[in-house]
């Protein structure tokens, strides 16, 4: 099979990736890539979901494209049922040897990792990064009233430890979603093309972890881990994993001992809750449950206190990934005395019982309906 090309146009304002009916743009002020490289950390997985070799037509660093290389290794034996094995080429740009500048720039979402990461970051060392926030992953292109609540809830926080704020606009998540790439691995590369897209201004970007590096093993699968997110840099960019030393379990302290920070976090999977938290979806819930663990006490944040029974019946235990999650949790809490709260996920844990499909269906409406209070509950406050 041919290769697959794509090719990258740039303006100050829009960067458009094209190859063979695919287009992804990103737009925003001032853009400053180098070279292709954010067609490269784009196209990659796109060409080895495809199993065709990829050609990028342009300029592209020897040592990106070096990295390029081993991450198509890595990525066809850690998920052969989604990548094949590629061959890649580009055009060869020679770098520049030494960083336009010594300031990086970090993903920032406003959610738990993120959040912990720049505190942690001005805390621990007094850097301030320029920060990129995303528009086009957690809030839709066409979602800009929900998506300037979020900047507005993070602004005193990013003001506080962060340095210049940079919005970017992409749709380049559609074309990942049409060819069947899993989110849980492609945000990985997205966030390298986003920040590929001020390459020249910087000499790093920052990525938060998900999953501590202990934890890389049980947790399957991700896009970001300390054996891939490094090899998306190139001679003059060095893509850096913050935190991978801390676990959900260390990272909520953290965040919990900060009114600013506690206060700014957003962590809901209800969209229409977002960017508040409704205190009652799944991924709430099991915000909840691991400050439960963590500190013994659930922070002032949801407009839903505590944890109720029925607050566990549309926890889908079935994912590997957690199953695992919830088990350490539950662990945690039996060492702090909290585990009584968490006796309905435990028991499910011990027994590998599932609902039946009319009882989970009826759980997940139950789970609706609560979060369509929760968002009535918050805009009353």
Same mark, same amino acid.
């Given at each position: ?103 990086? $720039? ?188 963590? $500190? ?61 499909? $009319? ?5 997940? $409406? ?16």
């Amino acid at each position: 099979m041919a290769p697959i090309t794509f090719r990258q146009t740039d303006t100050v304002d829009e960067i458009v990736v094209r190859g063979e009916g695919i287009v992804a743009r990103f737009s925003g002020q001032d853009l400053q890539p180098r070279g292709a490289h954010v067609a490269l950390w784009f196209a990659l997985p796109l060409a080895m979901r495809m199993g065709r070799d990829l050609y990028i037509d342009g300029a592209v660093c020897p040592v990106a494209l070096d990295n390029a290389r081993r991450l198509a290794t890595i990525w066809s034996n850690l998920a052969p049922q989604v990548f094949e094995p590629i061959e890649i080429e580009a055009q060869v740009l020679n770098p520049d040897q030494i960083p336009a500048s010594d300031r990086r $720039i970090m993903a920032f979402s406003g959610g738990v990792d993120s959040s912990t990461a720049l505190l942690n970051l001005h805390h621990n060392t007094g850097e301030r990064p320029d920060l990129l926030t995303i528009q086009g992953l957690d809030y839709r292109l066409s979602d800009k009233q929900r998506f300037q609540h979020l900047l507005d809830k993070t602004a005193q926080f990013r003001a506080e430890h962060g340095n210049q704020q940079r919005i970017l606009r992409t749709d380049a998540g559609t074309s990942y979603r049409a060819f069947k790439v899993p989110i849980s691995i492609s945000f990985g590369f997205l966030l390298a093309a986003c920040l590929g897209t001020h390459e020249k201004r910087y000499k790093g970007g920052i990525i938060a972890s998900d999953v501590a590096q202990c934890y890389e093993c049980t947790e399957g699968v991700y896009g970001t881990s300390s054996g891939v997110t490094p090899l998306m840099s190139s001679a003059t960019f060095q893509t850096f994993l913050a935190d991978l030393d801390l676990s959900r379990f260390d990272k909520l302290p953290i965040l919990a001992a900060d009114p600013i920070a506690i206060n700014s976090v957003s962590c809901c999977e209800d969209y229409q809750s977002r960017p508040h938290n409704c205190g009652v979806c799944a991924k709430c819930v099991r915000t909840k449950g691991n400050f439960l663990a963590a $500190i013994r006490t659930i922070p002032d944040m949801f407009p839903k206190p505590g944890l109720d029974p029925e607050d566990f019946d549309a926890i889908d235990l079935r994912a590997p990934v957690y199953a695992q999650s919830w088990k350490r949790m539950v662990a945690r809490a039996k060492e702090n005395g909290t585990d009584a709260v968490l006796n309905p996920i435990a028991n499910r844990l011990e027994t590998g019982f599932h609902p039946g499909r $009319i009882r989970w269906t009826i759980y997940r $409406i139950k789970a609706v309906l609560r979060a369509y209070k929760a968002r009535r509950r918050n805009r009353k406050s």
